[in-house]
C-alpha cells in the first residue's frame, strides 16, 4: 500500500468517526452554538449596523469630503474619516428619528381610534355577516346574539369544533410566556443599544480590521486558495449590499405610495396600515401577502365593502412594484429567477425565520453564481462550450432566441464517437486474441 493511498484511508477514517460522534452528541453541539450566538449577538446586530450605514459613510468619506485627504494639514487629512463616519450616523439615526417621531404618534392614534371604536365595527361587521350568511349561504343566524356567539355559531357549524374552547387552549399556550416575552423585549432592546456602539468601533476601525483579516487569511489558508476566497467575499459583499438597499428604499417607496393612495381613497387607519405594508415588503416574495393579510382583516372588521375596495388597490400597488419599481430599484443584482428566489425563502424562512427569509435570498444568489461559474469553468476545460457553441455567459440549458443545436454536428458527439470506435476495436482485438490462443 502507497504512503498516500494510506493518508487517503486515515483521513477517511478520522472523518467517519468525526461524523459518528457529532450524530450521537448533536444536541450538545446545536446548544453551543446557541450560546455562542447569544453571547456574542451584539457584536452581530453591530455589524448589520455597521453594513448599513458603511455606504453613507464612503459616500462622506470619498466623495463629499474627498478634498480633505489632499490638503497640507495633517490634522485635516486625519479629521476626514470621523467627520464623515460621525455625519453618517447623524444622517441614518437623524432620519430613523425623524420617520418614528412623525409615524409614531399617528400609530398611536391609529389603535386607540381601533380600540375605542371596536364595538361599533363590531356590530356592523355582525350585521353584514348576518346578511351574507343569510343571502349566500343560507344559514340563519339570530340577530340579538353577540359577534362571538355568531362567529361561534359559524366555526361549529364549518368545524364542529368550539371557538371558545380553541381560544381557551391558545390564552393557555401562551399565557405563562408572559414573563418570558418580557424578559426577551429587555435583553433584545440591550443588544441593539451595545449593537450601535460596536457599530461605531467597527467604522472607526474599518479599515485595519479588513487589513488584519486579509492578512490571517493569506497567513492560514494555501496560496492557491485565496484568489477563490477574496471572489466570494468580494461576490458576498457586492450581493448582500445591493440587494439590503435595494429592499429597503422599495420598502420604503411602496410604505409612501400606500399611504398616499389610502390618504386619496379615505381608506380608514392610512398610517397604520401603510407601516405594515412597508415593513414587510422587505420580506421578497410573501412579504406583500404577510402585509396585506392582516391589513385586510382591520379593514374588513371596520367597514367590508373598504376592505373589498383596498384589496384591489394593494393588487394593483404590488404589481406596480413588481414590474416598475422593483426592476428599477433593485436591477439584476440579484441575478435569480422566481423560483429560485422563492426556494431561497422558503428554505431560509423554515431553517431561521423572517432573518432566514430575508437573508436566503442574496446568499443563495451567491451560491448559484459560484456554482455557475464552476461549471462554467468545468465546461471550458473539458472544450465543451464550444463545442455546443456557447460562451460562459450563455444558459447553455435555455438556448432560447437560436436555432436548436444539433448534437451530432458537436465536438462532444465526435469525440464519444471516436472513443466509441476505440473501444469496439479494443474489444475486436481482445476477442480475436482469445480465439487465436484457444
Not at 490634522?75 to 474619516?81: D, E, G, H, T
Not at 382591520?298 to 394593494?314: D, G, K, Q, S
Not at 465536438?411 to 480465439?435: E, P, Q
Request: charged share 15%; with cysteine.
Amino acid at each position: 500500500m502507497s504512503k498516500k493511498r494510506f493518508k487517503q484511508i486515515i483521513v477517511l477514517v478520522v472523518i467517519g468517526g468525526l461524523c459518528l460522534y457529532l450524530k450521537d452528541n448533536i444536541k450538545y453541539l446545536f446548544d453551543a452554538v446557541g450560546l455562542v450566538l447569544i453571547v456574542a449577538m451584539p457584536f452581530i446586530i453591530g455589524f448589520c449596523i455597521a453594513f448599513l450605514i458603511n455606504k453613507p459613510y464612503m459616500f462622506f468619506s470619498d466623495k463629499l469630503l474627498k478634498g480633505m485627504a489632499d490638503s497640507k494639514f495633517n490634522m485635516v487629512k486625519k479629521a476626514r474619516k470621523p467627520i464623515s463616519l460621525v455625519l453618517a450616523y447623524l444622517i441614518v439615526f437623524g432620519i430613523v428619528a425623524f420617520l418614528i417621531v412623525i409615524i409614531i404618534p399617528q400609530l398611536v392614534v391609529s389603535f386607540n381610534k381601533l380600540a375605542t371604536n371596536f364595538a361599533s365595527y363590531a356590530d356592523e361587521f355582525k350585521l353584514w355577516l348576518i346578511n351574507v350568511c343569510d343571502q349566500y349561504l343560507h344559514i340563519e343566524l339570530k340577530e340579538d346574539n353577540d359577534l362571538f356567539s355568531i362567529v361561534n355559531s359559524l366555526v361549529k357549524i364549518i368545524t364542529g369544533g368550539e371557538l371558545r374552547a380553541f381560544v381557551s387552549k391558545i390564552a393557555n399556550t401562551f399565557g405563562p410566556d408572559i414573563f418570558n416575552v418580557a424578559v426577551q423585549v429587555t435583553t433584545n432592546v440591550y443588544n441593539v443599544v451595545m449593537g450601535i456602539v460596536i457599530s461605531f468601533y467597527f467604522l472607526a476601525c474599518k479599515d485595519k480590521l479588513i487589513y488584519q483579516t486579509k492578512k490571517f487569511t493569506v497567513a492560514v489558508l494555501p496560496e492557491k486558495l485565496l484568489p477563490k476566497v477574496f471572489e466570494v467575499a468580494e461576490l458576498t459583499n457586492h450581493k448582500f449590499g445591493r440587494f439590503i438597499y435595494g429592499r429597503i428604499i422599495d420598502s420604503l417607496i411602496m410604505g409612501m405610495l400606500c399611504f398616499i393612495g389610502m390618504s386619496i381613497f379615505r381608506f380608514d387607519y392610512a398610517m397604520l396600515i401603510s407601516v405594515i405594508i412597508g415593513v414587510t415588503n422587505i420580506i421578497p416574495m410573501f412579504g406583500p401577502v404577510i402585509g396585506a393579510v392582516p391589513s385586510i382583516i382591520i379593514l374588513l372588521i371596520v367597514n367590508p365593502v373598504e376592505a373589498f375596495w383596498f384589496t384591489v388597490f394593494i393588487l394593483i400597488l404590488q404589481q406596480i412594484d413588481g414590474n416598475l419599481i422593483g426592476p428599477k430599484v433593485m436591477g439584476s443584482s440579484i441575478g435569480l429567477s422566481g423560483f429560485w428566489i422563492m426556494a431561497s425563502v422558503i428554505l431560509g424562512g423554515g431553517l431561521f425565520g423572517v432573518v432566514g427569509m430575508f437573508v436566503a435570498v442574496p446568499l443563495f444568489a451567491v451560491i448559484y453564481v459560484m456554482m455557475g461559474n464552476f461549471v462554467n469553468k468545468r465546461l471550458k476545460e473539458k472544450d465543451y462550450l464550444q463545442s455546443l457553441g456557447e460562451t460562459p455567459t450563455t444558459d447553455i440549458l435555455n438556448n432560447s432566441g437560436k436555432e436548436p443545436i444539433n448534437f451530432k454536428n458537436t465536438k462532444l458527439y465526435k469525440t464519444i464517437k471516436d472513443n466509441v470506435k476505440i473501444n469496439s476495436k479494443k474489444n475486436g482485438r481482445k476477442d480475436n486474441d482469445s480465439h487465436n490462443h484457444d
